[in-house]
């Protein structure tokens, strides 16, 4: 028996509100440039008092979509150069990827960390 066995699940309302901090990313179809941290912030400065993992798993999305949003600067900067065009697609179709997998381990109870992910909300 593992340690991590022991920690008790969070309770479900906390789970759904941790994989929609995640899914909140998806506001960026609603508004470009700024939903994919808008969505997250708004539902994390909203539900991150009622729990801690609900907190944690917040944190953690909004660190990624900031970290998502400085590699698409980047990648535009480089599209002058013809090879930002790639580097965008990229990192838009791992985003997605990852989004939707730390949505699915938050809703499971799971604390998901993102890989490559800059921590600068703490």
Not at 23 to 31: D, E, I, K, P, T
Not at 42 to 51: A, F
Not at 97 to 116: D, M
Request: glycine fraction near 6%; proline fraction near 7%.
């Amino acid at each position: 028996m593992t340690s991590q066995s022991l920690v008790p699940l969070p309770d479900p309302q906390a789970r759904r509100w941790a994989m929609l901090c995640h899914y909140a990313a998806f506001f960026w179809f609603v508004a470009p440039l700024i939903g994919n941290v808008l969505g997250p912030l708004i539902v994390w400065q909203l539900q991150k008092d009622r729990d801690p993992f609900v907190d944690r798993q917040g944190r953690e999305a909004l660190n990624f979509q900031i970290t998502y949003s400085l590699l698409m600067m980047l990648c535009g900067a480089l599209a002058w150069v013809f090879i930002g065009f790639p580097l965008m697609l990229l990192v838009n179709l791992t985003t997605l990827v990852l989004v939707v997998i730390a949505g699915i381990r938050a809703n499971a109870g799971e604390a998901w960390r993102y890989p490559f992910c800059l921590r600068l909300v703490k």
